[in-house]
């Protein structure tokens, strides 16, 4: 589990509800040019809708195998990160800037990165991206915590 960063081969998956719409499409956009293929698990406009119906799916994908990291967006990030968390081999982290991004990676190894879209602006929620699925879980004294979880 150590020192490692997500794999390329394996999509990236992504989801949001209403609120954070806007920002999985150029999310989306930015992660398709860097090379990630990405599996969009909704939702597809800014209607209503319910943020479990977009969270189970993406994290069902990290927690299967068949993503090697997740990205989920809503108002408060709040919800899709609980409904994440439900999942087991999940480790969804909250995130509102880099530092936060770059510390649930390194020390939690965190595998399903959550922004709120009403707290945080288009670039910042980038450089948490970005930040998010370079950095590497440093290991060491940290995998034991996270085994624990």
């Not at 319910?50 to 809503?74: F, R, T, W």
């Amino acid at each position: 589990m150590s020192n490692t960063t997500f794999d390329k081969n394996l999509p990236l998956a992504i989801g949001c509800d209403h609120a954070g719409y806007e920002y999985k499409e150029q999310l989306k956009t930015l992660l398709t040019a860097a090379g990630w293929q990405v599996s969009d698990k909704g939702t597809n406009n800014t209607e209503s809708t319910d943020y479990p119906d977009h969270a189970h799916p993406v994290a069902a994908m990290v927690e299967e195998g068949k993503a090697s990291v997740g990205i989920l967006i809503c108002g408060s990030g709040n919800g899709v990160c609980m409904t994440a968390n439900k999942h087991q081999g999940v480790r969804a982290a909250l995130c509102w800037n880099v530092e936060l991004a770059s510390l649930a990676r390194q020390h939690n190894n965190a595998n399903v990165l959550c922004i709120p879209a009403r707290f945080v602006d288009l670039a910042t929620a980038e450089a948490m991206m970005n930040t998010f699925i370079s950095t590497a879980f440093e290991g060491g004294r940290h995998e034991k915590r996270v085994n624990k979880i």
